[in-house]
Structure formats: structure tokens, C-alpha cells
């Protein structure tokens, strides 16, 4: 099952399950996003056509900025350049559901990612006391200086 479907200015052939980034959209309730504009929809029996019912539903992934690109303006002989930089935002959105007359068909669900235990310091067995160093030993000595040379009185 997929369907065909437009957001941002451009289509996108889409299935449950799938991973699309369109131009920054708005987040509706919850992260979930709905694409009004279906245009097309098929399923394994080969059918392929539009249908007033049908509805296209994802959830909001991530949402960044795309790679710079670089606009450069230049007009030999003329000493003109412009140096312009671009990044597109973007909001990555995973197709969950595909419904078309009554039918639905449904992502599979992601397993949830469990945190990571945090690691704790085994306890000291030594007295933290006894560990500690004297004062004086842990102290830098400085380094004697170098006494400067004299140069030789002249004589007349």
C-alpha cells in the first residue's frame, strides 16, 4: 500500500513505515501531522486512484536545517561578487497511517528505546584520610634561578 502525496511544493510516494523530510511543517496535536493533499493511492491489488475519504497521517520525527548551500553571484570584469549562505529547515516525519474507504493501514510499531543505566563509582574501601598526601610534598617546588653573567669591567 502507498500513496502518492504533495507537501512543501513537492509529491512524495509514501508508505506506512516510511521516513520522508518536507519543508517545515506546523505540528498539529501530539507531533501528528496530516497531509490533506492526496494525490494518488495504490494497494497490492493493483489499483490506483484517488478517493475522497482518504487520509494521510504522520508524526514528527525531528525537525533541523538542512546542509548550507552557497549562492555565489559573480560578473567577470566588473568586480562584482556576492557571497549569499542558505540552510532549508526541515521537519522529518514518519508516515503512521494510510486510510482509504474504511480501510486503514498502519505503520508496525518502533520498539521503545529504553535509557541506559547510569554508571556508578564502586565506594572507596580505603579511608579517604589516609589516602591524602601531605601538604608540602604535593607543593611545586620553584626552580633556582640562574644567576646572570657579568661582563668584564673594561679598562682604560
Same mark, same amino acid.
Do not use: N, W
Given at each position: 500500500? !502507498?500513496?502518492?502525496?504533495?507537501?512543501?511544493?513537492?509529491? !512524495?510516494?509514501?508508505?506506512?513505515?516510511?521516513? @520522508?523530510?518536507?519543508?517545515?511543517?506546523?505540528?498539529?496535536?501530539?507531533?501528528?501531522?496530516?497531509?490533506?493533499?492526496?494525490?494518488?493511492?495504490?494497494?497490492?491489488?493493483?489499483?490506483?486512484?484517488?478517493?475522497?475519504?482518504?487520509? &494521510?497521517?504522520?508524526?514528527?520525527?525531528?525537525?533541523?536545517?538542512?546542509?548550507?548551500?552557497?549562492?555565489?553571484?559573480?560578473?567577470?570584469?566588473?568586480? !562584482?561578487?556576492?557571497?549569499?549562505?542558505?540552510?532549508?529547515? !526541515?521537519?522529518?516525519?514518519?508516515?503512521?497511517? @494510510?486510510? &482509504?474507504?474504511?480501510?486503514?493501514?498502519?505503520? %508496525?510499531?518502533?520498539?521503545?528505546?529504553? *535509557?541506559?543505566?547510569?554508571?556508578?563509582? %564502586?565506594?572507596?574501601?580505603? *579511608?579517604?584520610?589516609?589516602? *591524602?598526601? %601531605?601538604?608540602?610534598?604535593?607543593?611545586?617546588?620553584?626552580?633556582?634561578?640562574? *644567576?646572570?653573567?657579568?661582563?668584564?669591567?673594561?679598562?682604560?
Amino acid at each position: 500500500m !502507498y500513496a502518492v502525496i504533495r507537501a512543501g511544493g513537492k509529491q !512524495y510516494r509514501v508508505a506506512p513505515g516510511d521516513v @520522508i523530510r518536507v519543508e517545515k511543517v506546523g505540528t498539529g496535536t501530539d507531533g501528528q501531522v496530516e497531509f490533506p493533499d492526496v494525490l494518488a493511492v495504490s494497494s497490492e491489488e493493483g489499483q490506483l486512484g484517488k478517493q475522497a475519504d482518504t487520509r &494521510v497521517v504522520g508524526q514528527v520525527v525531528e525537525e533541523g536545517r538542512g546542509a548550507k548551500i552557497l549562492v555565489f553571484h559573480y560578473k567577470r570584469k566588473k568586480q !562584482y561578487k556576492k557571497l549569499r549562505g542558505h540552510r532549508q529547515s !526541515y521537519t522529518a516525519v514518519r508516515i503512521t497511517e @494510510i486510510a &482509504v474507504g474504511g480501510q486503514s493501514f498502519k505503520a %508496525p510499531e518502533l520498539p521503545k528505546k529504553e *535509557a541506559k543505566p547510569k554508571k556508578v563509582k %564502586p565506594a572507596e574501601t580505603v *579511608a579517604p584520610a589516609a589516602k *591524602a598526601k %601531605p601538604a608540602k610534598d604535593s607543593a611545586k617546588k620553584a626552580a633556582p634561578k640562574k *644567576a646572570a653573567k657579568k661582563s668584564p669591567a673594561k679598562k682604560k
